[in-house]
């Protein structure tokens, strides 16, 4: 199995509501601005990839993490 994730991602200091590196999965909304937003936390905890063989992550930032904690919890490729 392969699993291919081609979107946008971003930094969590560009969003107030993410305390963490994000994908986004749907267009952004001003009354929402939250909505749409996938974080690493919520890619560990849901994803479940077992017995896929390789996932690709293809998203702007993706490779970005907080400099202070390297192996931290933001890291959206160790999320998968």
Known sequence: WLVHVATHGDLRMSVPCRAENFLV???PDSAR?????VSAAAIR????????DLVTLSACDSAATDATNPGGGDNLPTAF
């Not at 905890?45 to 896929?52: D, F, L, S, V």
């Open 45 to 52: 905890e849901r994803a479940n990839i077992a017995g896929t």
């Open 33 to 37: 601005p939250c909505e749409g937003l």
């Open 25 to 27: 999965l749907s267009a």
